[in-house]
């Protein structure tokens, strides 16, 4: 990891199009969990990189514009098209999905373009770690980067629904990440009774979101919960996303160090207070820094 002031960020995955049923329609949203984190950390005044297969097809070009904040020079352009995620939502807002990805722009991760050089912060995860041959590939980069590495598996079961066989993977990448991101239910899938058991592994930080209930933070010195917003949730898509953001953004206002210590409590406020506003509205629509400090 680079000594000083951090100054780039990466985020590395997909960037796909959801196909979300809304008033008896099918609308398509650009998702995808990094894509997301990119899009939060490009509203909280951040310059980032996102790294990732973006086709030239229609649904690549509204990618390319939602994603007009972010940095797209690093990303591949390719022909080939663009991931698909059929989103269903229960009667709580919550999203489950089913996936369209073989032979797609979204997961072509390759070393012959994945680019050289370590930004100071790389954030990565949801199903580019876990779709091959691309995973493999990515795996292999990030592992040699000189980057602190933010993981958030963001599980999707519908993709693997071997937890054995994921779990091997997650532990993969949890060796090398200083901080882990996770679900409640992402924890309960992969089958950890805590998110003690995460730290275990190696990451130095491990935060786990519980919906309504807030969200924890577990490092070496023990555990710091903070209690969730009350929010009329319209869905919760982007939410977890959100505190990805959040992590990194806390990450360069107070350094590693610090921010798995003294500013923990801090963050992860902040960070349920912004999962709190995405979830009040409708897709991955993360809030700005000046919302957050009204």
């Known amino acids: 990891m680079n000594e000083g002031p951090l100054k780039k960020i990466w985020v590395a995955g997909e960037a796909l199009i959801d196909l979300v049923p809304l008033n008896g329609e099918v609308k398509a949203i650009v998702g995808g969990g990094p894509a997301n984190t990119a899009k939060a950390l490009a509203k909280l005044g951040f310059e980032v990189c996102f790294i990732g297969g973006i086709s030239s097809d229609s649904y690549g070009a509204a990618i390319r514009e939602e994603l007009h904040t972010v940095d797209l020079s690093l990303a591949l352009a390719s022909d080939l098209p663009t991931a698909l995620a059929e989103v269903s939502l229960d009667s709580s807002g919550s999203a489950s999905y089913k996936f369209t990805l073989e032979g797609t722009a979204t997961f072509n991760f390759h070393n012959l373009w994945l680019p050289n050089g370590s930004p100071d912060v790389l954030h990565i995860g949801t199903l580019a770690t876990l ?19 933010v993981f958030d598996p963001n ?42 058991k995460v730290l275990a592994l190696g990451p130095e930080l491990v935060v786990i979101t519980k919906g309504a209930d807030g969200m924890e933070g577990i490092t070496s010195k023990g555990l710091v919960s903070v209690p969730g917003v009350k929010v009329e949730v319209v869905d919760t898509v982007g939410a977890g996303d959100t505190v990805g953001a959040i992590l990194v953004e806390g990450l360069f206002r107070y350094g590693f160090d610090d921010l798995k210590g ?19 509205r409708a897709g991955a629509s993360p809030p700005s820094a000046k919302e957050l400090d009204l």
């Not at 071997?162 to 990448?173: L, Q």
């Not at 060796?175 to 924890?187: F, G, N, Q």
């Open 131 to 149: 779709v091959e041959p691309g995973a493999s590939e990515l795996y292999s980069w990030a592992k040699g980067l000189d980057s602190l590495i």
């Open 155 to 196: 599980v999707r079961s519908s993709v693997l629904s071997d937890a054995g066989k994921y779990r091997e993977i997650f532990e993969s990448w949890a060796l090398i990440s200083k901080i882990v991101k996770m679900s409640e239910e992402d924890l309960h899938f992969l089958g950890y009774s805590g998110g003690e």
């Open 262 to 280: 003294k500013n923990l409590f801090t963050v992860l406020t902040r960070a349920v207070r912004a999962a709190a506003i995405t979830c009040s």
